[in-house]
């Protein structure tokens, strides 16, 4: 086991953000969608200069995984006049109404002039986000008895499609993207633990190594009330994932353990909040 740097060649992403910032001039706000478990490592920082000059709802979404005290310093560092922050829980059903209230609020200037001029203009929004964010549960939630918007509304393109909610907002999903390479191994090991990326590009077992390790700092009590073990003080990494393997039943022929499949339940078990509440950031 080794705690070796996270690679990504996410090619076909790049062309995604290329497209996102052609379709940038069409929308009035961009929806960015954020995972509560590590809001500050989801923050795509070549998205995030293609959407310096626009106006930001950031919805953290998922935060009934976490402490809602571990946001707060998050709030502070995203929130300014040009942006708002909202907290949705993994089936927020009234995300639509706080969401078209919040944009018209951050557009109010322009949606008066429209209405200076007899228009009753309708908000559009891109949404955006890495990978696995919740951005399909959120926009299934904005869209309910929505239709599709078609014709030849300048933007879409193949694949794309507007959509309009019933409180008025029209959004365009895009595909979740992530950037060329990692500067921070932290934020690479996040996002490869919420699963922003890929597990088929992964080694797995190094993934949920590395997992136990950063969890050992904190949440060592919540990976021992799980998997039924005691973590001793000093113990090597290496031994707490074997007792994992052993408690779960990760056991090949021969009493080899099965360190690949243990790793995907250690790495399941966090993804669907059976751990407990962490917070990665």
């Not at 709802?57 to 005290?69: G, W």
């Not at 040009?82 to 209230?101: Q, R, W």
């Not at 309009?164 to 996002?191: C, Y």
Request: some cysteine.
């Amino acid at each position: 086991m080794n705690n070796s740097p996270i690679q990504w060649f996410p090619g076909h992403m790049t062309k995604a953000l290329r497209q996102m910032e052609k379709e940038l001039q069409n929308v009035d706000i961009i929806l960015y969608c954020l995972d509560a478990r590590a809001p500050l490592s989801c923050l795509n920082p070549k998205l995030s200069k293609l959407a310096q000059n626009k106006k930001i709802i950031y919805v953290i979404t998922k935060v009934d995984f976490v402490d809602l005290k571990d946001l707060e310093g998050v709030k502070s560092k995203l929130k300014d006049k040009n942006s708002y922050v909202i907290m949705l829980n993994a089936t927020e059903s009234n995300s639509g109404k706080k969401i078209f209230s919040i944009a018209r609020d951050l557009m109010k200037e322009k949606i008066a002039s429209k209405s200076d001029k007899g228009i009753n203009y309708s908000l559009k929004a891109m949404v955006v986000g890495v990978p696995n964010v919740g951005k399909s549960t959120l926009i299934n939630n904005l869209c309910k008895s929505a239709k599709t918007v078609t014709g030849n509304r300048p933007g879409v393109t193949k694949g794309k499609q507007w959509v309009a909610t019933k409180e008025g907002l029209i959004l365009l999903d895009t595909p979740g993207t992530l950037w060329p390479s990692f500067d921070d191994d932290k934020v690479a090991r996040n996002l490869a633990y919420i699963g922003s990326i890929r597990d088929e590009v992964l080694d797995l077992a190094n993934i949920a190594f590395s997992f136990i390790l950063d969890m050992s700092k904190k949440y060592k009590h919540l990976i021992e009330n799980r998997y039924n073990i005691k973590i001793e003080d000093g113990e090597e990494t290496l031994v707490t994932f074997e007792k994992i393997c052993v408690s779960r039943g990760a056991i090949l022929k021969r009493d080899e353990l099965d360190y690949d499949r243990c790793a995907k339940l250690i790495l399941d078990d966090f993804r669907k909040g059976r751990l407990g509440k962490i917070f990665l950031d």
